[in-house]
């Protein structure tokens, strides 16, 4: 057992209720605010958008939610998903360290996108939905929608950002193939895009208007509602499969993590592989170092501002806590699509202000560099988002080197790269630039900020 590559869970170890971290805080998150109000939403508001079971599951404060039968079976495709120990990643350092991840490269989509996008078309198809608006960054939660919506008999519209749509192309294809409908964003289809299109017809996108793209169809069309592929706690806690997972799979190994890495775009991969280990400790268990890992061209947790802000850049969604870079900022078009949005899930962001996780930020040349280092020595070629948790566990692994010290560290491999070869093909040829932020762009979008008594 010692020389164990892979723990494998049978499938009757898939995990039976998702685990809601905000139970085990010492304190709760800041309440969701009507923009035009400022006082807290409730469930009516967001009714246009969601189906009531998602709504619940967004303010419960319940520990653990039971995941539906129909959603557990379609998890058993490909879930429990393989934890790796990364053996000759960690022979390659010298390091004496050891790497676990956790590989949601398995799903049909290739990443842990699917295990929202399933239990978000199950609900939607319980309340009798038919049509799902929603944005898609690299298009890994585009093609999960897609796919869980072809399993629910629902038709589904991804906005994708132009950026992304122009590097992706078989990204597009796949949601076709699924059935979907993807369109690049901004587009002329909503008064949103529209609005940005007229002062730049050549506007790369961003996540922020690509939601409110698709906000803005489900809001004005009553037979439509919109999903969030990250962000929200229901998002966060469908994803806590993963973390649950890997426990058990650690147990199997006679390890328990001292270190935990996630790369963080809206934080959903993140927190499901953290929180429940997060959960753990705040019930006395052992103490975890757990570290996301962001973008330097996009760094919400680590430059961004813990304020009110929308969620979106058309101002249509209600107002979130949450650490942000300002609604209106555009990040530029590096190749980890998946990343470039200007905030961060208020369930993360509140855990950073309490103290229960750390932040780093990675230039994409160095993440690629970790992420062709840790292709040669394990095979599988990381997403570019995946690339800053390889970096971030790779670092840690080297720390270990130079102190001497001998710490489990366990990330998150959320997704591959095969559909994203271009972005290597441009780090091989050079052409992969460190992109900066506008500075003076981030200070108009902080200034912006909805201001909000305290
Ligand atoms: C492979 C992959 N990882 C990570 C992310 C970032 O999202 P999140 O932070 O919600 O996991 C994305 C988003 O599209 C993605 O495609």
Redesign the pocket.
């Known amino acids: 057992m010692t020389d164990s590559v892979k723990y494998v869970l049978d499938e009757s170890r898939l995990p039976k209720r998702w685990y809601n971290l905000i139970a085990d805080l010492p304190s709760p998150p800041p309440p969701v605010l009507h923009p035009g109000t400022k006082q807290p939403v409730g469930p009516d508001d967001l009714a246009p958008l969601f189906p009531m079971a998602l709504i619940l599951q967004e303010v419960s404060t319940e520990r653990e939610i039971d995941i539906p039968e129909p959603v557990r079976e379609i998890y058993r495709q490909w879930r429990p998903s393989p934890l790796f120990r990364a053996r000759r990643l960690e022979k390659t350092l010298q390091t004496p360290a050891k790497i676990y991840y956790k590989y949601?490269g398995v799903s049909p989509v290739?990443?842990?996108?699917p295990n929202t996008a399933v239990a978000q078309a199950f609900y939607n198809r319980e309340a009798g939905v038919r049509k799902i608006s929603t944005e898609?960054?690299?298009?890994?939660?585009g093609s999960a929608l897609a796919f869980a919506g072809a399993l629910f008999g629902i038709e589904v519209k991804v906005f994708m950002v132009r950026v992304s749509y122009d590097q992706k192309p078989y990204r597009r294809a796949m949601m076709e193939t699924y059935g979907a409908k993807c369109i690049a964003s901004p587009s002329p289809e909503t008064q949103s895009g529209r609005a940005i299109l007229e002062k730049n017809k050549d506007h790369p996108g961003s996540l922020g208007i690509a939601i409110s793209e698709a906000v803005e169809v489900a809001a004005t069309n009553d037979d439509t509602k919109y999903a969030l592929?990250?962000?929200l706690n229901h998002?966060l806690m469908h994803?806590t499969v993963l973390g649950q997972e890997a426990m058990a799979q650690l147990e199997m190994a006679g390890d328990y993590p001292d270190i935990i890495v996630?790369?963080?775009?809206?934080?959903?991969?993140?927190a499901?592989i953290a929180f429940p280990f997060i959960g753990a400790q705040l019930r006395g268990g052992r103490k975890v170092q757990v570290i996301a890992i962001e973008p330097a061209a996009c760094p919400s947790l680590t430059r961004g501002k813990y304020a009110y802000d929308f969620g979106d850049t058309g101002h249509l969604t209600p107002l979130v806590k949450m650490h942000t870079l300002g609604s209106t900022f555009t990040p530029p078009p590096f190749h980890?699509?998946?990343?470039r949005?200007h905030g961060m899930?208020p369930l993360v962001s509140h855990c950073q202000e309490l103290g229960l996780l750390t932040s780093k930020a990675y230039t994409q040349s160095e993440v690629f560099s970790a992420g062709v280092q840790f292709a040669r020595a394990e095979g599988i070629i990381p997403?570019p988002?995946?690339n800053h948790a390889v970096k971030g566990a790779i670092d840690e692994a080297l720390r270990c080197k130079t102190e001497g010290t001998q710490k489990t560290i366990l990330f998150n491999l959320?997704?591959h790269g095969h559909f994203d070869m271009q972005a290597y093909t441009d780090y091989f040829s050079g052409r992969l630039a460190d992109q900066q932020y506008d500075e003076k762009e981030l200070a108009m979008a902080l200034a912006g900020l909805p201001s909000v008594g305290a």
């Open positions: 949601e290739g990443s842990h996108k898609t960054g690299a298009g890994q939660w592929g990250s962000v998002v994803q996630g790369c963080t775009g809206g934080g959903s991969n993140f499901g980890a699509g998946g990343l949005y899930a997403a988002e995946a959320c997704g």
